[in-house]
């Protein structure tokens, strides 16, 4: 067993269960948006600012004006934050530089599903369910344009045509397991979705949601932190991940920054070259837990900060009014509640009826609409798209936020299906 899972193991029990069920996550949205509706920013009718509520002066402090380096700090921060902040704030340094972990993490489960043994490693299994994630990018991102179109607001809102696209793997996860039970193909089917819907998601946000003007070539220096963290592994043959997270990983942060890409995806190169297991056991197996690989290693030291990092992230992300709700929001949750499931059941019928692709044994269209259903649980990804597809705070970023907050309805309608169909929780197949 992993050092740093014996150590997670000594928590108190009700410790550890605010560590694995996100509770961090939850708390902080929580405290966000009744902190934000207490004390509220008000705006006239022209969407001027005219009184800043503590929770936005909050998010918006500018940490660097404590050590009287603000107006240093403000030219990099707004070109990495948009004109959400100046300086080195609050917002920035989760999102932008803390976040980089989270997404570190997410991309750790990418690269290991390609890996013998992963969930994508077999073309022919894989087939399927990577069409019912095409689905679930396609559906909820052609519902939300639709609407957007639909009532003429297609300056203000179109942006945001990906926030719908994301899936909650967590708390997917987390519902699904209810529903369906733990031996179920359903749950298999679900997590190789949602890894590749990740992966899609992270090509997204590189590609449509730049955090400035782009400026390719300093991809060059993520090229060199590349090569630098081979030379680690393979010349030096370093065993610990702080060589290549504080060398390599912060090279690549860095670049990814001044090219204009969402620096959050800065660490996402150095995370192949870490040293590694040659197979995969699978998320959420067990048995990775007694991995001491480089890159399991990795995952062990990080996974609970991590966790406290999302409690900081929906703290400082989920902070709307309730008066925001608008169009932004119904678009979002018609695509997440409706595109999503639509879109995964259709193409599922296509891989299989049209493409005479198989469906994964004691698996039905029940099962797969179930499954959709809870994948439209967009919620943590989905928030952090909205703050990268409208970086200007106000009302149209607060509804597209509070769409992905409501997301959380998915988790019931996944329920109500489930007894609707009749759709029970099964352990062994």
Same mark, same amino acid.
């Not at 009718?45 to 050590?67: K, P």
């Not at 490693?121 to 939300?144: D, H, I």
């Not at 290549?244 to 860095?254: A, D, E, H, K």
């Given at each position: 067993?992993?050092?740093?899972?014996?150590?997670?193991?000594k928590?108190?029990?009700?410790?550890?269960?605010l560590?694995?069920?996100?509770?961090?996550l939850?708390?902080? @949205?929580?405290?966000?948006? +009744?902190?934000?509706?207490?004390?509220?920013?008000?705006?006239d009718? =022209?969407?001027?600012?005219?009184?800043?509520?503590?929770?936005?002066?909050?998010i918006?402090?500018?940490v660097?004006?404590?050590?009287?380096?603000?107006?240093?700090?403000?030219?990099?921060?707004?070109?990495?934050?948009?004109?959400?902040?100046?300086?080195?704030?609050v917002?920035?340094?989760?999102? %932008?530089?803390? &976040?980089?972990?989270?997404?570190?993490?997410?991309?750790?489960?990418? $690269?290991?599903?390609?890996?013998?043994?992963?969930?994508?490693?077999?073309?022919?299994?894989?087939?399927?369910?990577?069409?019912?994630?095409?689905?679930? /990018?396609?559906?909820?991102?052609?519902?939300y344009?639709?609407?957007?179109?639909?009532?003429? =607001?297609?300056?203000?809102?179109?942006?945001? $045509?990906a926030v719908?696209?994301?899936?909650?793997?967590?708390?997917?996860?987390?519902? @699904?397991?209810? +529903?369906?039970?733990? !031996?179920?193909?359903?749950?298999? *089917?679900?997590?190789?979705?949602?890894?590749?819907?990740?992966?899609?998601?992270?090509?997204?946000?590189?590609? *449509?949601?730049?955090?400035? %003007?782009?400026?390719?070539? $300093?991809?060059?220096?993520?090229?060199?932190a590349?090569?630098?963290?081979?030379?680690?592994?393979?010349?030096? #043959?370093?065993?610990?991940?702080?060589?290549?997270?504080?060398?390599?990983?912060?090279?690549?942060?860095?670049?990814?920054?001044?090219?204009?890409?969402?620096?959050?995806l800065?660490l996402?190169?150095?995370?192949?070259?870490m040293?590694?297991?040659?197979?995969?056991? !699978?998320i959420?197996?067990?048995?990775?837990?007694?991995?001491? %690989?480089?890159?399991?290693?990795?995952?062990?030291?990080?996974?609970?900060?991590?966790?406290?990092?999302l409690?900081?992230?929906?703290?400082?992300?989920?902070?709307?009014?309730?008066?925001?709700?608008?169009?932004?929001?119904?678009?979002?949750?018609?695509?997440?509640?409706?595109?999503?499931?639509?879109?995964?059941?259709?193409?599922? $019928?296509?891989?299989?009826?049209?493409? #005479?692709?198989?469906?994964?044994?004691?698996?039905?269209?029940?099962?797969? +609409?179930?499954?959709?259903?809870? @994948?439209?649980?967009?919620?943590? /990804?989905?928030l952090?798209?909205?703050?990268?597809a *409208?970086?200007?705070?106000?009302?149209?970023?607060?509804s597209?936020? &509070?769409?992905?907050?409501?997301?959380?309805?998915?988790?019931?309608?996944?329920?109500?299906?489930?007894?609707?169909?009749?759709?029970?929780?099964?352990? #062994?197949?």
């Amino acid at each position: 067993m992993a050092e740093s899972h014996k150590h997670a193991s000594k928590l108190p029990k009700p410790i550890r269960f605010l560590f694995e069920n996100s509770l961090f996550l939850i708390a902080g @949205a929580v405290v966000a948006l +009744v902190w934000a509706n207490v004390d509220p920013s008000q705006r006239d009718a =022209q969407g001027h600012l005219t009184h800043e509520g503590s929770y936005d002066r909050f998010i918006h402090f500018d940490v660097a004006a404590m050590f009287g380096h603000a107006e240093e700090a403000g030219d990099d921060a707004h070109h990495a934050n948009g004109s959400a902040g100046h300086g080195l704030t609050v917002h920035f340094l989760v999102n %932008d530089v803390l &976040m980089a972990l989270f997404f570190a993490l997410a991309a750790k489960e990418v $690269w290991e599903s390609l890996l013998p043994g992963g969930a994508l490693s077999n073309r022919r299994k894989a087939m399927t369910p990577l069409m019912a994630t095409a689905g679930g /990018v396609v559906g909820p991102a052609l519902l939300y344009a639709g609407g957007v179109l639909a009532v003429g =607001q297609w300056e203000t809102l179109g942006n945001g $045509w990906a926030v719908p696209c994301a899936t909650d793997i967590a708390f997917s996860y987390l519902f @699904a397991r209810i +529903v369906f039970g733990a !031996g179920h193909p359903a749950i298999s *089917f679900l997590l190789l979705l949602a890894i590749a819907d990740d992966a899609v998601g992270l090509i997204i946000l590189a590609v *449509f949601y730049p955090t400035g %003007d782009l400026n390719p070539t $300093w991809l060059l220096a993520a090229v060199g932190a590349v090569v630098i963290g081979l030379g680690f592994q393979r010349l030096l #043959r370093l065993q610990s991940f702080w060589w290549y997270l504080l060398i390599p990983g912060v090279l690549s942060w860095w670049a990814f920054y001044k090219a204009g890409i969402h620096p959050a995806l800065g660490l996402t190169p150095i995370i192949p070259i870490m040293p590694h297991a040659k197979t995969d056991l !699978g998320i959420y197996a067990r048995e990775e837990l007694g991995r001491h %690989d480089t890159l399991s290693e990795f995952e062990h030291w990080w996974k609970n900060p991590v966790e406290l990092i999302l409690g900081l992230f929906g703290l400082v992300n989920a902070g709307v009014v309730f008066s925001s709700i608008g169009a932004g929001t119904w678009l979002v949750l018609l695509g997440l509640l409706v595109g999503k499931p639509v879109g995964i059941t259709l193409f599922t $019928w296509i891989a299989e009826k049209v493409l #005479r692709l198989e469906m994964p044994a004691g698996m039905t269209y029940r099962h797969v +609409v179930t499954l959709g259903a809870l @994948a439209g649980i967009g919620f943590t /990804v989905a928030l952090f798209v909205s703050s990268a597809a *409208f970086p200007d705070p106000g009302p149209v970023q607060d509804s597209v936020k &509070m769409g992905a907050l409501l997301s959380f309805g998915a988790a019931g309608i996944g329920f109500l299906l489930a007894k609707l169909l009749g759709v029970k929780p099964e352990t #062994r197949f």
